[in-house]
């Protein structure tokens, strides 16, 4: 990808990430990518809503490797997924509660609003979800199994994300962690 290109779509995702899509103007992009006006024209003939659509899929590729490499760090998936979610807790802690993905703050912004972005955010869902799946096949889990448990598992990083930034505490994220931890296993116990 072209340098300019990434620049516009590292500071979008940045400002959707903080503010969500309605609050973020063109102007405000180019004057935080330091990009000219001209090259987000170049680069995104459709405007704010294509701009909007390429950050959220590189944004969902990105926490889609995230994941991978988290869970990578340890075999069992259970501990895998804890020390995953303790990492991003601190994260979130760190950026003093900005943090946190963009999708979830646009996919709630736009999802009857937009339906290129709806299905955006519906496919870097899926790259976040696949990279749990992926991990639980690893672990031995069934096939189908491993599908309904990684959107388990996404759903609850995502609601204990978003409380974690509302209550300014990484604890709602730790807590899911120790849960998630132990139904895990329970599981791995019964198979």
Known sequence: MNQTKLEIIENTSALLERQGYNATGLNQIVAESGAPKGSLYYYFPDGKEQIGAETLLWSGERMAERIHTGLSQVEDFGEAVHLLAMSIANAIEASNF?????????????????????????????LMQSAFEKKLVENGF?????????????????????????????????????HLKAYIKSLEVEE
Do not use: D, M
Not at 103 to 112: D, G, H, M, P, R
Not at 156 to 171: D, K, P, Y
């Open 142 to 178: 069934e096939e189908t199994l491993a599908v309904h448990l990684a959107g388990y598992v996404l759903a609850v990083f995502e609601g204990s994300i978003l409380l974690s930034r509302v209550q300014h505490s990484g604890n709602p994220l730790r807590q899911a962690a120790a």
């Open 98 to 126: 900005q943090a946190g993905g963009p999708l979830t703050t646009v996919a709630l912004e736009t999802a009857t609003s937009s339906e290129r972005l709806n299905l955006v955010c519906r496919e870097a869902y899926a």
